[in-house]
């Protein structure tokens, strides 16, 4: 079932600084660039669209531009200070997020990258998460919603290839050394300042009601209004009696199995009757006063990775593994260095990454239409070279694009 009504399918809104790729030098006369027209102009003599900017072979129209705008305003709608000087902030940046993209494209070309196995694997678990039974299905879902399904896999294909390209070219090559995450910790530890929580999984066992048999045998029919009907009602407490104790034994023998040395997230995600099943038991965070006291006694007593004896409930039998517990107070570094060091990551990777799409540009041919400024233009930019066979090639592309987005003119 879905979770909302416009689930996945909705294009996903433009990351600011977002990575993107780029190519090898190549030949001038090869790749030489037309200066650009203000209108691209189809074979026929039709106006087909408008070209903004060139990036070595591929073209960026101004529909993808002003599509690019509009993605960046319902993003900046999740804004609840000011959504409009955020929009104003960063809509500068729109036509240098373009650029980035095609970059980090053509980059991933050279690297032989194609994104189309994770690609597959990342459809797959959208079908899981959907609940969904085919990736067929997930396309009738997809068109339902009225989302060009090739257009949404290539967009999450691009994402897939920048990623990776920024991994290997950028990330890869950053370094973070032990004094650079003390420091961090030292100068943020009033940030870190946090509240006793515990993180909870469960195995939940619940009594199976009998069903009852879909043609019961007929009762037999009374031929004296004295004679009492069969006492059947009785049946029922007798019934969830054995359900109950049926549930019992098999939570003592799930606790037995994991004692033995079963993975408790297996066995939570193979028979517990919870909804955190499919989430191998995992529950969540809790602090002091949110859990039922007898339970918040029990597991606020306990250690990280301790699991609780079967314990009773209204929904039937539970058995609980506490899978962290952090004190109150600013946790020791080695309990919180991932994050530190996630970070320091990310706080390395922007400066590093727009020197090396600084770097991509430079070794890349971009003409610009007047009036378009790219904002991580480079002043060392090669200067393109007009020829008669790209203004053709730009045609050609510009054909192909219009048909695929906006349909056959």
Not at 115 to 143: F, Y
Not at 153 to 168: A, F, S
Not at 183 to 199: A, G, L, T, V
Not at 231 to 245: G, I, K, V, W
Request: with cysteine; charged share 30%.
């Amino acid at each position: 079932m879905l979770k909302s009504a416009r689930p996945p399918f909705v294009r996903k809104p433009r990351k600011r600084g977002g990575p993107i790729n780029s190519m090898k030098k190549l030949s001038l006369v090869l790749i030489a660039l037309a200066c650009l027209p203000t209108l691209a102009v189809a074979q026929s003599g039709q106006v087909v669209e408008e070209v903004i900017t060139r990036v070595n072979n591929q073209i960026i129209t101004r529909s993808e531009f002003e599509r690019s705008k509009d993605q960046l305003k319902d993003e900046v709608k999740q804004d609840p200070k000011d959504p409009d000087k955020a929009y104003a902030d960063r809509e500068k940046d729109v036509l240098r997020d373009l650029i980035d993209q095609q970059l980090l494209l053509d980059k991933g070309k050279d690297l032989g990258i194609t994104g189309d196995t994770d690609l597959i694997k990342r459809l797959d678990q959208m079908r899981k998460d959907m609940k969904l039974e085919s990736l067929e299905d997930l396309e009738k879902e997809a068109t339902k919603q009225g989302v060009s399904w090739e257009d949404f896999k290539q967009n999450m294909r691009n994402q897939i290839i920048t990623q990776k390209v920024i991994g290997e070219e950028v990330g890869g090559h950053l370094a973070i050394s032990k004094e650079e995450e003390q420091k961090f910790y030292d100068d943020h530890k009033s940030e870190m300042e946090q509240p006793e929580y515990i993180r909870l999984s469960e195995i939940l066992v619940a009594p199976k009601a009998v069903v009852p048999s879909i043609t019961p045998a007929a009762a037999p029919v009374a031929t004296d209004p004295s004679t009492p009907a069969p006492a059947t009602p009785n049946a029922q407490p007798a019934d969830d009696e054995a359900a109950r104790q049926a549930a019992e034994a098999k939570a003592h023998d799930l606790l037995k199995q994991i004692h033995d040395g079963a993975s408790f997230e297996d066995i939570a995600k193979k028979y517990s009757d919870g909804p955190s099943a499919a989430d191998s038991g995992a529950l969540g965070m809790f602090k002091r006063g949110q859990l039922d006291k007898g339970i918040e006694d029990k597991t606020f007593a306990m250690k990280t990775g301790d699991v609780t004896d079967v314990i009773r409930t209204k929904q039937g039998y539970v058995i609980l593994k506490v899978v962290d517990h952090q004190m109150a107070g600013i946790p020791p570094l080695k309990d919180i260095l991932p994050k530190i060091q996630d970070a320091l990551y990310y706080q390395k990777l922007q400066p590093a990454l727009r020197a090396y799409l600084t770097k991509l540009r430079e070794d890349a041919y971009i003409k610009y239409a007047d009036g378009y400024i790219d904002t991580g233009k480079s002043p060392n930019q090669t200067q393109p070279v007009e020829t008669a066979a790209a203004k053709e090639s730009d045609a050609k592309k510009l054909g192909k694009k219009k048909h695929k987005k906006l349909g056959i003119l």
